[in-house]
Nanobody, 111 residues
Framework: EVQLVESGGGLAQPGGSLRLSCAAS????????LDWVRQAPGKGLEWVST???????YYADSVKGRFTVSRDNAKNTLYLQLNSLKTEDTAMYYC?????RGQGTQVTVSS
C-alpha cells in the first residue's frame, strides 16, 4: 500500500524558511517521479515542483529560485526546502505520486 506522510510545516515569517519532508513507503521509491503540490484556502490544487527518478527537477514559476526539491533514496524521503517565503505561499502542502497524495502539512506565512 502506498503511503505518503508529510511533515515540517508550521508558521514562518515573510522571508523565512521551512523544510518539508515526505516519508514514503509501499513502492520502489528510487525510480519514481514525485511531486509537491499545494492548496491555498479557497483555491484549487497548484503544482509546485517535480523530481524524477534521475534527479531532474522542475518548478512552478511562482516558486522558482526560492524552493528546492530533493530526495534521499536511502531514506525513502522527499524534501522541499522553502526559502524567502511570501504570504502567498500559505497553503497545505502535499507530496504526490501519480494520483495519490498524503494528508498534507500546513505552511502559514505571516508576520
Amino acid at each position: 500500500e502506498v503511503q505518503l506522510v508529510e511533515s515540517g510545516g508550521g508558521l514562518a515569517q515573510p522571508g523565512g524558511s521551512l523544510r518539508l519532508s515526505c516519508a514514503a513507503s509501499g513502492f520502489t521509491f528510487s525510480s519514481v517521479t514525485l511531486d509537491w503540490v499545494r492548496q491555498a484556502p479557497g483555491k484549487g490544487l497548484e503544482w509546485v515542483s517535480t523530481i524524477n527518478g534521475g534527479g531532474a527537477t522542475y518548478y512552478a514559476d511562482s516558486v522558482k529560485g526560492r524552493f528546492t526539491v530533493s530526495r534521499d533514496n536511502a531514506k525513502n524521503t522527499l524534501y522541499l526546502q522553502l526559502n524567502s517565503l511570501k504570504t502567498e505561499d500559505t497553503a497545505m502542502y502535499y507530496c504526490k505520486i501519480g494520483a495519490r497524495r498524503g494528508q498534507g502539512t500546513q505552511v502559514t506565512v505571516s508576520s
